[in-house]
């Protein structure tokens, strides 16, 4: 397999602080947008997620929108919810993925359709993330499905997970990760991070076990574009731990977007010295274009 490693894989497992960021699919067939941000963002990280129905709101599909980055000359890291597919269809996702060039893979719950616009939609969660981690693991390593039966060709994928460490119960938020790391994560993904403090306490939870000595652990930064969304994400967003310091800065900024900026470095800045950190993953939900100006200022760029 190393003859073959995506690079992510490749930089991560080289020693180098790795960024990753997005690219939100479109609502529409056409790939024209895909491959517009592909284009914009093409060596500002080490590779990209495609979002697989984000806040479950109906968008072109996750693979197919690798596929698309895939021709841009752009690394994808497909998102594979448990959300809208049974094991049958997950792991027949993979294999596909896999036959069109996906060799990065994030398993996740996905947003329950209580938040999106079709919220009579029926969730499927027939797996979990780590069973999901377990039978992809299963498939590439072992060259089986979920049932035993034989692979002609095993998918060749590096496995992703997330985390958050801003959820309640804090003390179950590493036994959770602990679980990833067993089921075959090799990287992770963690929500966006505005409260250091909880952070790095989560990180010497994450020393203590020594689990990043196993995982790549890669730390979610959001650059801010207004007060109203810094507030939205303090208060509404479940999961989230947004300081008060944040949201005043962003609302006593003469310009907002330069303030989240400034804020977001900072963010990496600090990140850069925690011990475990090995990457930031940018989150710049709907301002792709902002991406390559952190990755620079941030001193991150040119990517290995």
């Known amino acids: 397999m190393t003859a073959h490693r995506s690079n992510l894989h490749r930089v991560l497992d080289g020693g180098h602080f790795a960024v990753t960021a997005e690219i939100g699919p479109p609502r529409s067939a056409s790939g024209d947008a895909v491959r517009q941000r592909a284009r914009l963002l093409k060596g500002s990280a080490d590779a990209f997620n495609l ?3 984000q806040t479950a709101i109906v968008r072109l599909s996750s693979v197919a929108s690798a596929a698309l980055c895939i021709q841009e000359g752009v690394e994808p890291v497909v ?3 448990c959300r809208d597919r049974n094991r049958i269809a997950l792991q027949s996702d993979l294999l596909g993925a896999a036959a ?3 060799r990065n893979v994030l398993c996740l719950s996905g947003d329950h359709p209580r938040f999106g616009n079709q919220k009579e939609a029926k969730s499927v969660y027939d797996i979990d993330p780590v069973q999901e981690l377990t039978v992809f693991r299963m498939m590439r390593d072992e060259s089986k499905v979920w049932g035993g039966d034989a692979l002609d060709e095993a998918p060749n994928v590096y496995l992703g997970a997330v985390a958050n460490p801003f959820a309640d119960p804090f003390d179950l938020r590493v036994v959770r990760l602990a679980k990833k790391v067993a089921a075959g994560a090799e990287f992770v993904q963690t929500q966006a991070v505005f409260d250091l403090d909880r952070f790095e306490r989560f990180m010497e939870h994450v020393q203590d076990k020594r689990l ?10 959001i650059p801010l574009r207004s007060a109203k969304a810094a507030i939205y994400m303090k208060n509404k967003v479940s999961g989230m731990s947004v300081p008060d310091e944040v949201v005043e800065r962003m609302k006593n900024a003469s310009e907002p977007k330069k303030e989240g900026v400034r804020i977001c470095l900072e963010t990496i800045e600090h990140l850069r010295t925690i011990k ?3 990457g930031i993953h940018i989150m710049a939900i709907g301002w792709e274009d902002i991406v390559p ?3 620079e200022r941030a001193g991150l760029s040119p990517r290995p």
């Open 293 to 295: 100006e952190v990755v």
């Open 212 to 221: 990043d000595e196993r995982v790549h652990i890669l730390a979610g930064v």
């Open 276 to 278: 475990g950190v090995h």
């Open 51 to 53: 979002t697989d129905n």
């Open 100 to 102: 069109l060039g996906v």
């Open 79 to 81: 998102q594979m919810t």
